[in-house]
């Protein structure tokens, strides 16, 4: 059974600093793609940074810079480090897991992930 747990979030004031985690279980690691995605209310859920070992990392535009993601494969870990948070970074952090295909990252959106950690609040104060 394909499990993902999402920890690490909470509140932090602007400009500061998180980093999450997701842990991962039940399939092989080196074969899936994990994403971060975060929705904000009454915003549409978005990928927000990607790993695999096709593609390697991806982060786009909107946070490059400021986010970045690490896995462990010893630890079936992904990381999402968060710096010089903003208030508009305030939102659910959920982690996503899908077999790799070519340019998953680039062109995947939410219904291209099939499996999903159960979220993990971000609030930045401003």
């Known amino acids: 059974e394909v499990q993902l747990q999402a920890s690490g979030g909470g509140l932090v004031q602007d400009g500061g600093s998180l980093r999450l985690s997701c842990e991962a279980s039940?399939?092989?690691?080196?074969?899936?793609?994990i994403a971060w995605f975060r929705q904000a209310p009454g915003k549409e859920r978005k990928l927000i940074s990607c790993?695999?070992?096709?593609?390697?990392?991806y982060v786009p535009d909107s946070v490059k810079g400021r986010f970045t993601i690490a896995s462990d494969s010893a630890k079936n870990t992904v990381y999402l480090e968060m710096n010089g948070l903003k208030p508009e970074d305030t939102a659910v952090y959920f982690c996503a897991a899908e077999r790799s295909w070519d340019e998953i990252c680039a062109v995947g959106t939410r219904s291209d992930f099939g499996y999903w950690g159960q979220g993990t609040q971000v609030t930045v104060s401003s």
């Open positions: 790993i695999n070992s096709g593609e390697g990392i």
């Open positions: 039940g399939f092989a690691f080196d074969d899936y793609t």
